[in-house]
Protein backbone atom coordinates (compact mmCIF):
# COMPACT_ATOMS: atom_id res chain seq x y z
CA UNK A 1 0.00 0.00 0.00
CA UNK A 2 1.07 3.50 -0.60
CA UNK A 3 0.06 6.74 0.97
CA UNK A 4 1.27 10.17 -0.98
CA UNK A 5 1.53 13.33 0.99
CA UNK A 6 0.12 16.82 -0.17
CA UNK A 7 3.39 18.12 -1.01
CA UNK A 8 3.47 15.19 -3.61
CA UNK A 9 -0.11 15.30 -4.95
CA UNK A 10 0.46 19.08 -5.26
CA UNK A 11 3.79 18.15 -7.16
CA UNK A 12 2.30 15.85 -9.37
CA UNK A 13 -0.96 17.76 -10.21
CA UNK A 14 1.66 20.74 -11.31
CA UNK A 15 3.56 18.22 -13.40
CA UNK A 16 7.01 19.46 -11.65
CA UNK A 17 10.09 18.36 -11.82
CA UNK A 18 9.54 15.89 -9.24
CA UNK A 19 6.11 14.55 -10.48
CA UNK A 20 7.45 11.29 -12.38
CA UNK A 21 8.31 9.50 -8.92
CA UNK A 22 4.91 10.20 -7.45
CA UNK A 23 3.18 8.74 -10.40
CA UNK A 24 2.80 5.20 -10.14
CA UNK A 25 1.97 5.23 -6.65
CA UNK A 26 -0.61 7.90 -7.41
CA UNK A 27 -2.05 6.10 -10.37
CA UNK A 28 -2.33 2.89 -8.96
CA UNK A 29 -5.28 3.80 -7.04
CA UNK A 30 -5.65 -0.10 -6.09
CA UNK A 31 -3.16 0.36 -3.74
CA UNK A 32 -3.01 3.62 -2.71
CA UNK A 33 -4.64 5.38 0.69
CA UNK A 34 -5.48 8.81 0.85
CA UNK A 35 -5.71 10.53 4.24
CA UNK A 36 -8.64 12.61 4.32
CA UNK A 37 -6.22 15.94 5.46
CA UNK A 38 -4.22 15.39 2.39
CA UNK A 39 -7.69 16.01 0.59
CA UNK A 40 -7.86 18.82 2.74
CA UNK A 41 -4.62 20.94 2.40
CA UNK A 42 -4.53 19.95 -1.82
CA UNK A 43 -8.65 21.05 -2.08
CA UNK A 44 -7.81 24.30 0.19
CA UNK A 45 -4.51 25.16 -1.94
CA UNK A 46 -5.58 24.39 -5.45
CA UNK A 47 -8.87 26.67 -4.55
CA UNK A 48 -6.81 29.40 -3.59
CA UNK A 49 -4.61 29.44 -6.53
CA UNK A 50 -6.87 27.96 -9.18
CA UNK A 51 -10.80 28.18 -8.05
CA UNK A 52 -13.42 25.68 -7.14
CA UNK A 53 -14.29 23.97 -10.37
CA UNK A 54 -10.25 22.89 -10.35
CA UNK A 55 -9.74 21.92 -6.62
CA UNK A 56 -13.51 19.28 -7.05
CA UNK A 57 -11.42 18.02 -10.40
CA UNK A 58 -8.71 17.48 -8.11
CA UNK A 59 -10.34 15.93 -5.28
CA UNK A 60 -12.41 13.91 -7.72
CA UNK A 61 -9.40 12.15 -8.55
CA UNK A 62 -7.62 11.85 -5.15
CA UNK A 63 -11.31 10.31 -4.33
CA UNK A 64 -10.43 7.39 -6.80
CA UNK A 65 -8.33 5.63 -4.13
CA UNK A 66 -9.60 4.79 -0.65
CA UNK A 67 -10.04 7.68 1.73
CA UNK A 68 -8.89 7.53 5.26
CA UNK A 69 -10.70 9.15 8.08
CA UNK A 70 -9.17 10.65 11.30
CA UNK A 71 -10.62 8.08 13.62
CA UNK A 72 -9.30 7.77 17.11
CA UNK A 73 -6.25 5.04 16.67
CA UNK A 74 -4.72 7.25 13.74
CA UNK A 75 -5.01 10.24 15.86
CA UNK A 76 -3.62 9.13 18.88
CA UNK A 77 -0.51 7.54 16.95
CA UNK A 78 -0.36 10.92 15.17
CA UNK A 79 0.24 12.65 18.52
CA UNK A 80 2.87 10.37 19.78
CA UNK A 81 4.80 10.75 16.28
CA UNK A 82 4.23 14.66 16.37
CA UNK A 83 5.16 15.09 20.26
CA UNK A 84 8.50 11.97 19.50
CA UNK A 85 9.80 13.41 16.22
CA UNK A 86 8.03 17.20 16.16
CA UNK A 87 5.98 17.20 13.35
CA UNK A 88 3.82 19.61 12.30
CA UNK A 89 0.06 18.35 12.89
CA UNK A 90 -0.83 17.68 9.39
CA UNK A 91 2.35 15.41 8.80
CA UNK A 92 2.04 13.36 11.86
CA UNK A 93 -1.42 12.61 10.66
CA UNK A 94 -0.29 11.23 7.11
CA UNK A 95 2.78 9.49 8.99
CA UNK A 96 0.51 7.92 11.33
CA UNK A 97 -2.23 6.63 8.39
CA UNK A 98 0.71 5.61 6.62
CA UNK A 99 2.22 3.57 9.72
CA UNK A 100 -0.69 2.14 10.64
CA UNK A 101 -2.14 0.44 7.50
CA UNK A 102 1.52 -0.35 6.42
CA UNK A 103 2.13 1.68 3.77
CA UNK A 104 4.78 3.48 2.19
CA UNK A 105 4.83 7.12 2.56
CA UNK A 106 5.62 9.22 -0.79
CA UNK A 107 6.59 12.83 -0.52
CA UNK A 108 9.26 16.14 -1.17
CA UNK A 109 8.62 17.20 2.33
CA UNK A 110 11.73 17.13 4.04
CA UNK A 111 10.09 16.65 7.53
CA UNK A 112 10.11 13.04 6.40
CA UNK A 113 13.43 12.94 5.35
CA UNK A 114 15.56 9.56 6.85
CA UNK A 115 12.43 7.98 7.89
CA UNK A 116 11.77 4.27 7.89
CA UNK A 117 8.74 3.76 5.36
CA UNK A 118 9.40 6.94 3.50
CA UNK A 119 10.51 7.88 -0.18
CA UNK A 120 11.62 10.83 -0.33
CA UNK A 121 12.50 13.10 -2.66
CA UNK A 122 14.13 16.34 -2.22
CA UNK A 123 12.31 18.88 -3.72
CA UNK A 124 13.35 20.91 -6.98
CA UNK A 125 13.34 23.72 -8.72
CA UNK A 126 11.38 24.48 -11.87
CA UNK A 127 13.26 24.68 -14.90
Known amino acids: MNVVDSS ?22 EHLLVPSICMLEVFK ?24 DL ?8 AKLGFTLRLP ?11 V ?8 DSDFEGMEGVKYFPKQKKQ
Open 71 to 78: DPSIALNA
Open 101 to 108: HKAILWTQ
Open 89 to 99: LADSVVLATAR
Open 8 to 29: AWLEYFADGPNARYFAHPIEDT
Open 45 to 68: KILTEKGETAALEKAAHMHQATVI
